[in-house]
């Protein structure tokens, strides 16, 4: 007899694992009779994820932090057992801004400390002649997108909530608000960088991978009740997903793959567009210029589907850094105990293992120095 389950997704190439592991029929040799219902905004997915209409759900990694401490919503703690994707975003910015922080930046816009600078120094010019501020388009508050642009912009000297605006726009809605000019800018999760260059309407500026060499991003997310009246689902759903993870990075696999997700009910965007995000082989502006990076977005490679607590913490530190958070060692250990290794661990038969790859620090800033969440508040002092 199977269980029936109903999965929340937004349509990213970081639910690769998810759409996978229901399509191929992990979740069904699992005993697992799943629906994956396709959303829109990550508000949506939260709320049906807390009030029980969906037993699990893809969320940003920081959502399942802040509902699990009660930040910015209702307290619902929340377990992250699976981790959906380590990086994945990118900085995506209008033609006009590209070529203009080009030039400001002498063509040293690929270093992102030196595009930061540069768009300070287009800010103060902005600011001089009364123009209105620049927008950026990130996809909720609590969002690594928010983090990521935040953190780079603080590299460049830019207050992000005085010197530009950020505003919230669901992620298939990113490339009409840019083509639009509603936005200068965005940060956003594959494939919606690529949708946004191959239509003409934006270059993508970094990767973020450029800003943090290992970022969560996503993560399998449960109601912790839930999960402790479901063990034996809660096992067999990891179970599932390290599957089909080890199938999609497969090279043998990934026609089928990229099929999977382009699907109308899924991802609903070109196989090839999904083809080139999951190769980390990105056409990064119009003109056909492209790039590769092997860590531009990993779903299961090098360790990527256990969740790391010092992604957790790091997470949280943003968090209090934008003062979105009290800082505290409390809601530190509540941070780090969404993330849960020992499931996933005990669930899949793996063991811990010394890593083999990534920074040491587990997070790899691209400025500042390492991440250590023994002494936050010495951390975020250097921030400032």
Known sequence: MSESLRIGFIPLCDAAALIVAVDK?????????????REVSWSN??????????????LLSPVAIASSLGLGHVKVPILAPV??????????VSPALYQALAAESGGEHGDPLKSAQALARLIARRKASGAEPYTFGMTFPYSTH???????????????????????????????????KQVDGFCVGAPWNSVAVDQGAGHILHF????????????????????????????????????????????????????LLAAPARIGVAAEVIRRTLEGRLKISPDGTMRESSNYLRIGKDGAARPNPVHAAWLYAQMVR??????SPALLAEA?????????????????????????????????????????????????
């Open 208 to 259: 973020v991978s450029d800003i943090l060499a290992s970022a969560s991003e996503k993560v399998l997310a449960l109601r912790a009740s839930w999960a402790d009246e479901h063990k034996e689902v809660t096992t067999a759903l990891i179970r599932a997903h390290h599957r089909a993870a080890l199938f999609a990075d497969d090279p043998a696999n990934r026609d089928e793959v990229y099929a």
């Open 45 to 58: 997915v939260r709320d049906k994820l807390n009030i029980g209409i969906f037993d699990a759900a893809h």
């Open 25 to 37: 029929g992990f979740c069904k040799n699992e005993g697992l009779d799943v629906e994956l219902v």
């Open 322 to 327: 934008w003062r979105q958070a009290a800082l």
């Open 146 to 180: 928010n983090y990521h642009l935040r953190f780079w912009m603080a590299a460049g000297g830019i207050d992000a909530d005085h010197d530009v605006r950020l505003v919230v726009l669901p992620p298939p809605y990113m490339v009409d608000s840019l083509a639009g």
């Open 336 to 384: 780090k105990a969404v993330f849960r290794p020992d499931l996933y661990d005990t669930a899949t038969g793996t063991s811990p293992s010394p890593a083999t790859a990534g920074p040491a620090d587990g997070v790899g800033a691209f400025v500042g120095p390492a991440f250590d969440d023994s002494d936050l508040a010495k951390y975020l002092a250097s921030q400032r």
């Open 83 to 92: 981790a959906l994707g380590i990086n994945g975003n990118a900085i995506t």
